[in-house]
């Protein structure tokens, strides 16, 4: 989608995107049912160090719904474990 690709040429463009960007980006994601995206966009953030929080995690659990359910479990079970409050 239109997001998605600009995400792309902000990173081609050496644009560092923040955490506003990658959730709204995680967002677009949940609505167009790319869950795997949406989980490989939150260990891209946990690899460039961009701690995401709340609004990052219910976008990406929220997109895993629609894919294999395990994964949303195991997304809340990490955000307690970095105290992130739900």
């Known amino acids: 989608t239109k997001g ?6 902000m990173i081609a463009a050496g644009i560092l995107p923040d955490a506003h ?5 995680i967002s677009v994601c949940e609505k167009d049912g790319q869950w795997k995206l ?10 460039r160090k961009i701690r ?6 219910s976008a990406v659990i929220s997109a895993c719904n629609k ?4 994964f949303s479990l195991k997304l809340f079970e990490e955000m307690k474990e970095r ?3 739900p």
């Open 67 to 70: 894919g294999p359910w395990d």
């Open 52 to 57: 995401p929080d709340v609004i990052t995690y």
């Open 4 to 9: 998605i690709n600009l995400f792309k040429e």
């Open 38 to 47: 949406a989980l490989n966009l939150l260990k891209d953030m946990e690899n």
């Open 21 to 25: 960007v990658y959730n709204a980006v």
């Open 83 to 85: 105290k992130i409050k």
